[in-house]
């Protein structure tokens, strides 16, 4: 299997090698298992075309364009909010 180097702040090394020796595991498999749970925005498609097959034939309820775009904007907010708090806890140590 081909190396492949990718260059870093040394701040984030340091942090993805703690999170790796936090898991017992070496930093390549963590960014291994890192890569493997990341999807591509074409899987995200893929995910999101499925679930709305899922809800449409299970559940009778369509999803429309709007109803897609607006859980995203919240999955976003939440997102963002949760990294801020993360932030301000880890400035606060």
């Known amino acids: 299997m081909p190396d492949v180097m990718i ?3 040394a701040e984030v090394r340091d942090q993805l090698a703690a999170v790796a020796e936090a ?5 390549r498999a963590l960014m291994q298992e890192i890569a493997a749970q990341t999807l591509t925005p074409e899987q995200v498609k893929a995910r999101a075309d499925r679930t709305r097959a899922l809800l449409a ?33 880890e400035s606060s140590r």
């Open 57 to 89: 034939e299970r559940f009778g309820h369509y999803v429309t364009d709007e109803e897609s775009a607006e859980m995203r904007r919240k999955m976003r907010e939440a997102s963002a909010a949760h990294r801020a708090a993360l932030a301000e806890a």
């Open 23 to 27: 898991r017992g595991t070496s930093l």
């Open 7 to 9: 260059r870093v702040p």
